[in-house]
């Protein structure tokens, strides 16, 4: 069994290459849901939908998230009548966000909900979200704004300077259903190539949760999501660099060091190698850049080798 925590594109890309190499029914995908906020009325959960929609090969390969072929008809209706659109959903994306509001407001969880998505669209992963409570990712830019996740990301398009972040809700939430026992069961633990500060940092911020990497330490490994000092896509070089951290494959080895036996760096990086192992944390190097899903399965490989 592997139990992997998953945030963002480069996530739902790994995980992609992950189900070529083992059964998906043995993968449970642990995803973050600071993410999540509410769009006209709707409850949008990005990186639980980016997941399920890369698992069933059914993503905007340009984007890397939202459905293939996608229109936006009932954006540009909404437009009429002075809504705010800046984040933009698809007309059959928001079939997604219409059956989970359907099912929270009839007292289904998060979790059971998820469920039932990940279902509909043929994905064996069990797919989790990292809680059934309300958690919400605050960034604070240079000019003492706090701004929602996707105020800072999408609609300021991550241009303003981070002075802070916060997981709200964070402290009062519980792990969903399952979340704890996954990592306690798996036989490897996999920290996937996602930014560890707004899609890794909500997961660990549950309590209970990186406790309980910390006792199975031995079997985690992460996949560092940054290259020679860049990140592929979004903003996680840049964010890490506004808070004080060194935005590199060292960078992640010390944010994870306490629970991470092992990190997969890039082979750009070879030469931080000892670097990386003063942190405490075994390197494995090779190609992390996933061109393509060959790729993507030989990088799951690797890192599933990692703590063998």
């Given at each position: 069994?592997?139990?992997?925590?998953?945030?963002?594109?480069?996530?739902a890309r790994?995980?992609?290459g992950l189900?070529?190499?083992?059964?998906?029914a043995?993968v449970?995908?642990?995803?973050n849901t600071?993410?999540d906020?509410?769009?006209h009325?709707?409850?949008v959960?990005p990186?639980?939908?980016?997941?399920i929609?890369?698992?069933a090969?059914a993503?905007?390969?340009?984007?890397g998230w939202g459905l293939?072929?996608?229109t936006?008809?009932?954006?540009?209706?909404?437009d009429?009548y002075?809504l705010p659109?800046?984040?933009r959903?698809?007309?059959?994306d928001?079939?997604?966000?219409?059956?989970r509001?359907?099912g929270?407001?009839?007292?289904r969880?998060l979790?059971a909900?998820t469920?039932?998505?990940?279902a509909?669209?043929?994905v064996?992963v069990?797919?989790l979200p990292?809680?059934?409570?309300?958690v919400g990712t605050?960034?604070?830019v240079?000019d003492g704004?706090?701004?929602?996740?996707?105020?800072?990301f999408v609609?300021?398009?991550a241009?303003p300077p981070?002075?802070?972040v916060?997981?709200?809700?964070a402290?009062?939430?519980?792990?969903?259903?399952?979340v704890?026992?996954?990592?306690?069961?798996?036989?490897t633990?996999?920290?996937c190539?996602?930014?560890?500060i707004?899609?890794i940092?909500?997961?660990?911020?549950v309590p209970?949760v990186?406790?309980?990497?910390?006792?199975r330490?031995?079997h985690?490994?992460?996949v560092?999501?940054i290259?020679?000092?860049?990140t592929v896509?979004g903003?996680a070089?840049?964010l890490?660099?506004?808070l004080?951290?060194?935005?590199s494959?060292?960078g992640i080895?010390?944010?994870?060091?306490?629970f991470?036996?092992a990190?997969v760096?890039?082979?750009?990086?070879?030469?931080?190698?000892d670097?990386v192992?003063?942190?405490g944390?075994?390197a494995v190097?090779?190609?992390?850049?996933?061109r393509?899903?060959r790729?993507?399965a030989?990088?799951?490989r690797?890192?599933?080798?990692?703590?063998a």
């Open positions: 069994m592997i139990t992997a925590l998953a945030g963002g594109v480069g996530a790994f995980l992609r189900v070529q190499v083992v059964a998906p043995a449970t995908a642990v995803v600071g993410d906020d509410h769009f009325g709707l409850l959960c990186d639980l939908d980016t997941v929609y890369t698992l090969g993503e905007n390969p340009e984007l293939r072929d996608e936006f008809a009932s954006m540009d209706a909404l009429r002075g659109t800046w984040f959903l698809g007309d059959r928001l079939a997604t966000h219409l059956f509001a359907e929270l407001r009839a007292a969880s979790s909900v469920r039932e998505i990940s509909a669209w043929g064996d069990r797919v990292m809680t059934d409570d309300p605050r960034i604070t240079d704004r706090e701004l929602r996740m996707q105020e800072w609609r300021d398009r241009e981070v002075g802070a916060r997981f709200e809700g402290e009062a939430a519980l792990p969903a259903p399952g704890l026992e996954a990592i306690a069961a798996a036989e633990i996999l920290v190539p996602s930014n560890p707004i899609s940092g909500p997961i660990l911020a209970g990186r406790d309980a990497l910390r006792a330490r031995d985690v490994v992460a560092s999501p290259i020679a000092g860049k896509k903003p070089d840049r890490m660099a506004d004080g951290l060194e935005p494959c060292v080895a010390r944010s994870y060091a306490d991470c036996a990190l760096i890039d082979d750009a990086d070879v030469d931080r190698v670097d192992e003063r942190e944390v075994r190097v090779t190609d992390t850049l996933m393509d899903s790729i993507a030989a990088l799951a690797h890192s599933l080798a990692a703590v």
